[in-house]
């Protein structure tokens, strides 16, 4: 689409919270564009095709909180399927390497942490959650190897009044033709201007002005939905300049989570919807979704420091990387069994700068410094301005729903 010169609302950014406040502004009456820096829509959400039958959700690929997710209805009205297994994380799959008696213990001791760190919560103080590790426990490596994971940083970068606000009812689907597609799906009819990246939102006048890659555009209202990291180092810029919301987002900052698709041969060798942890007692290790949907491949997850430092090593380390610890658990065959297909680097994507949000101890609050408006004009959407369901694609979707209202609020008072 090409720019126009002025509109009522742009929005930055058409991720799920941008699509989310696209489609809630749809018969809203006003006019609207979604400025987007790359030529699609979906963000942190995209799905690719790694092989013919294979389909890889490069970004979110979890329905969390399925029960409470507004993703899931959005997915029966567009018919996108939902698949309902039970994700596998607790499991390791014919025991290799970690045996039922082990998961059993270590379960217990990672309850035991989540309860320590909930129970700290309701002093109203806040904290780093590796805090409430226990001294000593054998399993402390890889609780914060699950940090990595849910958090994409270790437990030393995590509030815990943060991880008490998160709500999780434990419900976890998965869309069939993937959580990307469903979200390009949904921003199909948005108004949208692709690789249209804006270096600049000057509200020093009395409408605002958007200085982009493809131009100079005039706007009522702007609702901005780009990942925190892009607001802290400031490759989005405001003028006045907002130091409130600089130092909001430096205090959300995007931990990292990398994923890698393996073709695999034989698939029948191993069980539809398995898991693997390739290690036990270390916090650098990966976790590998044996045939997701059935599919012949491995998905492989990798989370925090390790990520960073396989995604600096350089394309390919983290296929490298999967295929030794899968090898080490399976046996030597699988190298020959296992193709590099593709592999994710959202640390090194300059329009995301990393995966998702987590608060840094003592700056839980930042979540609501950051969403909140300014002088009437400008609204802030995005995964890390949700108060209970950050680093989501749901939460995000939510929060840009949540701006437009408040955009409507204001245009009808
Ligand atoms: C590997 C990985 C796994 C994940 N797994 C899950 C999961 O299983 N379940 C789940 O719910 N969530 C998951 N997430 C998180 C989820 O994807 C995000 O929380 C969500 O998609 C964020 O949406 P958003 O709209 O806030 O941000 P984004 O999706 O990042 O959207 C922001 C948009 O702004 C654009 N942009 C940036 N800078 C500019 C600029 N200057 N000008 C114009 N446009 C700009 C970007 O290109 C992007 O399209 C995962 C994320 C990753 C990376």
Known sequence: ???????????IGAGAAGLGAANALKDSGLSVIVLEARMRVGGRGYTIMAAPDITFDVGCGWLHSADQNSFADI??????????TRPPWREQSFDTGFPLAQRIDFIKALDAFYDRAEEAAKSGRDFAASTYLEPGNRWNPMI???STYVNGTELDQVSIQDMDAYEDTGINWRVRRGYGALMAAYGAHCPLALNTEVTLIDHSGKRVRI???RGTLIARKVIVTVPTNLIANESIRFHPALPAKVEAARGLPLGLADKV???LEEPEAL?????????????????????PFGQPCIEGFFGGSFAQQLEDTGGGALAAEAIDEIVTLLGSDFRRKLKPLAESRWAHDPFARGSYSHALPGHAGKRAVLAAPIDGRLFFAGEATSPNFFSTAHGARDSGERAAGEVVALATK
């Open 1 to 11: 689409m090409s720019l126009p010169s002025s509109v009522d609302i742009a929005i």
């Open 75 to 84: 997915a029966g009205q567009l018919n996108f399927a939902i698949d309902k």
């Open 144 to 146: 914060d190897a699950i």
């Open 211 to 213: 200085e982009t890659s």
């Open 261 to 263: 698709m393996l073709a």
């Open 271 to 291: 069980p539809k919807d398995g898991n693997l942890r390739g290690a036990t007692m270390r916090t650098a290790m990966g976790s590998f979704h044996l045939r």
